[in-house]
């Protein structure tokens, strides 16, 4: 913390020599009026009101009052524009002159008229899904179309460009790498990503971005980048809301439903939110080890239960500050079955079946509170924002052997882990051209792992008996950051640092119950690292557009990948973490291109990655039993990759349009696998992958009439190596139909997933033994869903800063 604490006092003292001579000669002008709804014939509350010169240089400015009047004082003798603002409605601007005479003219009631498209976002979803690429990030609107893609952002994921979900496992990928960053409304959360994505409704999402070269303002984790799920805001005055319910079925049935709902008026902006999902996933497949002549065959059934809640208040204490405090509150209930079978071609007494029970269950809270100062000069602002997460989970496995001589044996895992998080973010608009930024943050996270079993180890003697493992793991990290931005004309860039200093320390302990025998092993690393940032952007004509970016990153080991208990284990398999598992970093090169076409826009880019420390799985064979295999993670030397990326909006015709994409990627990846010689001796082999992928997806939407559109979406990814598998190319054809109705308060969709059956895994595999298999699950799923928008009032946002870009609004799902 005492890091922490002297950068505040740094950081203040340069926000303190930023501000504005307060001696500076201006003369005692002001200017004052009242805005109102033109329809309504009501006051507008928190309309801006921007002063500006005759270059349209802002001077200074403020916001409408509750009543919808508003003084701005301190305006310099002249002639100057008054410009109001207010989202969803026509500006306004008047020129007026400060003068003998008239130095504080009033400008009676000014009526403002609402935009036609200025209705609440929630009210009004695009039938059509668009890609845009802005300076740092490409972002997908999600519209009607690729809503009907699927019920949970987990299954809209595969719709986007550069982006695959492990239909296995539930991990995303980003440009074929799996060291991504998820985040809601640019907030990380305790969650484990691959069930926060099942659990947010498609109704709920506004925006996905992908962020795949951050700038120094971001947290530097993931070599690939960052993706920020953006759920729909609800701010509009009175009380407002939206209910959503979806079903799927292919083998089991799955049902999900959330409620948002907010009230606001005046100064207070309460609003809150409840989802939950009830699913059961069955997933079955195949291994068979040629050589050996060994088949394992498994069916797994799992059973989710989950329910997220959220409160929140926004409170506006005037129109210089605001206070805002919410909570998330996530219930998380699993039981899974898993029928496991080997047979022993050539020794059919040596078969064996293991049937595992499990049970899980996890809750995670989150508390927010944030307060934003606005200065005089409009997008002047200082904000203090506190995060602390929590989360307890327990997972209790019962694994039963047949026609085995190994015992039957029941494992048991706690799980405490805290992480809290400070941050101080200070923007200042230099010049209309300019702007300096300015953070810091401190993450303290900590973790406690709890683990026991009856008799899943043996000792020296080979009898089985029970141990206990516990591991504790903290990390603290300290940073500061700064970016300073600019236009000239055509050109514009930004540039960024971001300081790290990080603390390491953790302990396993590993005991014996039987012997009472106990092993410690202490781990710590400290280190100090920076991250620069650079974007550099050139638009020749508005319809073209030339960008170049670079960016440091880090891919800090997960608590999996350093945990030394057990992940999970089969008869064949075992996972294990390693505690002295290192970071990697990633230096980053990307450029892109985009042009404007009169029905669209296409962009393409290319990137490159060097990566020091790479991190990757490796494969060993277990000294204790060397029919089975062991999973862990080692660093190796510096790898490079690179990739291509192009992609595209269409619209043919008034009734037809086309989101399309194209990517490829190149990576090398080193590892280490332990195989037999022809003696049956155990040898090291060093393996590099050279692994060339490529995808294509295509999104056509068809428009019947104002009320029902017809989508089909293709999806081809090709065959993809890494250093256990190489896996099979993979093919999917989706339907979609939506339906608006209730002059548009309500939606309808209904999907069919996978019509051709053609979305599972094939695999082949050379280390340590030659082996294929194949993985099923339910990708050919029909499902249904209905939304219906309640409430009525016209939309009123106080506009509040985005950190990370990411919204401190009310409302929403998280």
């Known amino acids: 913390m005492k890091h922490f604490l002297l ?19 201006i003369k005692d002008g002001s200017v004052s009026g009242r805005v109102i709804d033109a329809e309504l014939n009501e006051p507008l509350p928190y309309v801006n009101i921007v002063i500006k010169d005759m270059a349209n240089k802002i001077i200074t400015g403020g916001i409408t009052s509750d009543d919808g009047t508003f003084e701005i004082q301190n305006i310099p003798e002249g002639k100057v524009i008054v410009s109001i603002q207010f989202v969803g409605f026509k500006t306004i601007d008047k020129n007026i002159t400060i003068g003998k005479g008239n130095y504080k003219p009033n400008l009676g009631d000014i009526k403002l008229e609402e935009e036609s498209t200025g209705l609440d976002e929630v009210t009004i979803v695009a039938d059509v899904s668009t890609i845009q690429q802005r300076v740092d990030r490409k972002v997908i609107t999600i519209g009607k179309d690729l809503q009907t893609a699927g019920a949970t952002a987990s299954e809209i994921m595969n719709n986007l460009p550069s982006v695959s979900v492990d239909q296995q496992t539930g991990s995303v990928s980003l440009r074929g790498n799996q060291n991504v960053r998820v985040m809601v409304d640019g907030k990380l959360s305790n969650i484990p990503a691959d069930q926060l994505l099942k659990q947010i409704p498609s109704t709920s999402i506004k925006s996905i971005e992908l962020i795949t070269n951050p700038s120094a303002k971001y947290n530097p984790e993931g070599m690939s980048g960052i993706i920020n799920i953006v759920l729909h805001k609800n701010t509009q005055i009175g009380f407002n809301g939206n209910i ?5 079925h292919d083998i089991e049935a799955k049902f999900n439903s959330s409620i948002d709902a907010n009230y606001r008026n005046g100064k207070l902006n309460v609003y809150g939110s409840y989802s939950n999902s009830i699913a059961k996933n069955a997933n079955n497949g195949a291994f068979n080890r040629t050589e050996q002549g060994i088949e394992q065959n498994f069916d797994i059934l799992n059973n989710n239960k989950s329910h997220l809640f959220k409160v929140g208040v926004d409170y506006y204490l005037n129109d210089k500050n605001t ?3 919410f909570t998330n509150q996530n219930i998380f209930d699993n039981w899974s079955t898993a029928d496991s079978n ?4 050539s020794n059919p007494s040596l078969n064996e079946s293991q049937f595992t029970r499990g049970g899980s269950d996890n809750d995670s809270q989150q508390y927010n509170v944030n307060y934003k100062h606005d200065f005089n000069e409009e997008g002047h602002s200082i904000e203090l924002e506190a995060d602390y997460n929590t989360f307890e989970g327990n997972n209790e496995v019962n694994n039963i052997f047949y026609s085995s001589q190994r015992p039957n044996f029941l494992e048991d895992t706690d799980t405490d882990r805290t992480n809290t998080t400070l941050n101080l973010d200070y923007v200042n ?4 051209t300019t702007k300096l930024e300015l953070g810091l943050q401190a993450r303290l996270f900590d973790t406690n792992l709890f683990y026991e079993s009856d008799a899943r180890e043996t000792n020296q003697d080979g009898d089985y008996i029970p141990t206990t493992t516990r591991f504790d793991y903290t990390r603290d990290i300290y940073s500061a950051y700064a970016t300073y931005g600019a236009k000239l004309e055509k050109w514009s860039y930004q540039i960024g640092l971001r300081a790290e200093t990080v603390n ?12 009472n025998d106990e092993l410690i092993i202490p781990f710590e690393n400290n280190y100090f690292e920076l991250y620069p940032s650079a974007f550099f952007t050139y638009s020749p004509t508005d319809k073209n557009s030339y960008q170049l970016s670079y960016s440091r990153r880090i891919d800090r080991p997960g608590i999996g990948q350093v945990n030394p208990l057990p992940e999970w284990n089969t008869p064949l398999i075992s996972q294990f973490g390693n505690q002295e598992l290192r970071p990697q970093f990633t230096n980053s090169i990307e450029m892109n291109y985009t042009r404007q076409l009169k029905k669209g826009s296409i962009t393409g880019g290319v990137f490159y990655r060097i990566i020091e420390d790479e991190i990757q799985q490796a494969v060993l064979i277990d000294r204790a039993d060397i029919n089975r295999l062991i999973l862990t993670n080692l660093n190796f030397d510096n790898t490079t990759s690179y990739g291509v990326e192009v992609s595209s909006n269409y619209r043919p015709t008034k009734w037809w349009s086309v989101n399309a994409s194209f990517d490829l990627y190149s ?3 080193k590892s280490i696998a332990e195989s037999f010689d022809t003696d049956m001796n155990i040898i090291l082999n060093t393996i590099e992958v050279d692994n060339i992928a490529w995808s294509a997806r295509a999104f056509n939407s068809f428009k019947v009439d104002e009320s029902l559109s017809f989508s089909i979406f293709g999806m081809y990814r090709g065959k993809n190596k890494n250093i256990q598998f190489e896996m099979s190319d993979m093919l999917m054809v989706n339907l979609g139909l939506n339906y608006s109705f209730m002059e548009k308060r309500a939606n309808f969709s209904l999907s069919y997933n996978d019509i051709f059956n053609t979305m599972y895994a094939e695999f082949t595999s050379e280390r340590p033994y030659a082996q294929t298999g194949r993985f099923n699950w339910e990708s050919q799923q029909i499902s249904a869903r209905l939304s219906y ?3 009525g009032g016209k939309y009123r946002a106080k506009s509040r800063k985005q950190r990370d870009n990411d919204v401190k609004e009310g409302g929403g799902m998280f």
Do not use: C, H, W
């Not at 959503?244 to 799927?248: I, Q, T």
């Not at 080997?342 to 071609?345: K, T």
């Not at 390491?504 to 012997?515: G, H, Q, R, W």
């Open 429 to 432: 608009p230099l010049s209309e």
């Open 244 to 248: 959503n319910f979806g079903l799927s």
């Open 667 to 669: 990576q090398s990846q």
């Open 504 to 515: 390491v320390d953790s302990e396993a302990f590993k005991k014996d119950l039987a012997s």
């Open 7 to 25: 950068m505040l006092i740094m950081i203040s003292s340069t926000i303190i020599s930023a501000q504005p001579n307060s001696n500076s000669d």
């Open 342 to 345: 080997i047979n022993y071609l």
């Open 789 to 791: 928008r309640f409430g």
């Open 323 to 325: 206070i805002s405090v």
